[in-house]
């Protein structure tokens, strides 16, 4: 999908469907109200004789507006304006993709950007229209004998803003919104891989696909025999279960100005099918698991998305890709194995699998590149989701002002975090009788026992965790990878490098 943006009067728009708002209870927003000066009190009539209430999400197309250049109007209910906050705004620019992909007209002008939306600015409408937008249109079905219509009549969306000034901060939000919008996908596409396909390997593939994309990405594998030689235990004894050799991938972008410039470091957790080994999964649901590499997915979204964009900034994305299998060499529940850290670690359950793997990858990441800061990205407990469901993920810092950046951009971009506590207090759940720690502790808090055993390994460092179990896929009808953390993770990086150019 094309998007760009321009300014100007509804009425004057020669376009194939005009986009108009409805607030509730029938009332017409500005833009709408221009429009329906101009098309003789046309709008005005519809809504009396009660064809659209304006509550949110409801949609009504209309043809042959009179005395007006558009050959349809989409009008869109909005609710109430003064309930028009961020979930609302996102609700309706969906409902109005939705409409406007099933009628026949190729391009679009909306003047939903225009709308009041509480506390935001034409730029922030800009951009989550453009994401929104991307959302609703996405499907999978690389893996269907029969791809999906290959009728897609909508090929271009125009954004209205408000005056001539509002035009370049409008075109980079765009520029903004898409790049976060084609992170988005490539994060959902390898999700929704099955995880015959979506291996290790092919996961080094992928990133080595995205490395030639720019001149500024270099990319560098590890394979089984260097996780071995270097003294990756943690890692190496989860691969073990698998045919499949591990990848310890690390996709480097050399963005900033000085080459010098300390990166951040993004940590995906890429299991890429989550048996739990020996501690093996119930069966109901275990098709699921395939999502368990999306903490991968999301940190190579996001290298897309920064790439798209330019920053200058120095990032890596370090992803351990393994694949965890009962097979017959496959670590057991009491096995002892060294970290590269030299911290030893029984394994009381192999289902613990993602904080083995993100501990060496990401004591790795510290020796060879000296982040300033590193987030770790990872659908690594389900206790997580039972704590706060769907919306957000859960964040753990052991830095109080990263903690509050990673908040802040989940806030600016509603792709949201929220924290939960890493204290000291819970670090005993983690205690072992025969070795330095246990891989898992108590039932209760176990997504805060799970980040307190990665704190282990993070102690010299600006260290964040993102939980994204409940958020990274959703399950049921609408089955399937959410591309989130990309928006969060896009902002935070986009916020670092203008407070590195101040
Ligand atoms: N990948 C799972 C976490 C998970 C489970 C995410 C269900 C989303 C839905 C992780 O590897 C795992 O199995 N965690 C265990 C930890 C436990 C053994 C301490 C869990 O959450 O049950
Ligand atoms: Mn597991
Ligand atoms: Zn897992």
Redesign the pocket.
Known sequence: MEFSVKSGNPEKQRTACLVLGVYESRRLTPPAEQFDTAAEGFLGNVLRRGDLEGKPGQTLLLVNTPATLCDRVLLVGCGRERDLDDRRYKQIIAAAVHTLNDTGATEAVSYLTDLNVRGRDVAWKVRLAVEVSEDVLYRYDETRSRKDAPRRPLKRIVLAVPSRRELPLGEQAVREGAAVAEGMKLARDLGNLPPNICTPEYLAQRAALLAGSSPKFALNVLERADMETLGMGCLVAVARGSRRPPKLIALEWHGAADARQKPVVLVGKG?TF?T?GI?L?PGPDMD??KF?MCGAAGVLGTMSAIAALDLPLNVVAVVPAVE?MPGGEASRPGDIVTSLSGQTVEIL?T????RLVLCDAITWAEQRYEPVTLVDVA?????C?IALGAHPHGLFSNHGPLANELLDAGRETHDRAWELPLWEDYQDGLDSNFADMAN??P?EG?AIT?ACFLARYTKKLHWAHLDI??TAWKTGKQKGATGRPVPLLTRFLINRAAAARD
Do not use: C, H, Q, Y
């Not at 289902?351 to 993602?354: F, L, N, S």
């Open positions: 299991i989550d739990g501690s999964k699921l698991m368990d965890n359950n289902d613990a699998e993602g659908t690594l407990t389900g206790a989701v898992v502790g039932r176990g799970a179990a409940g």
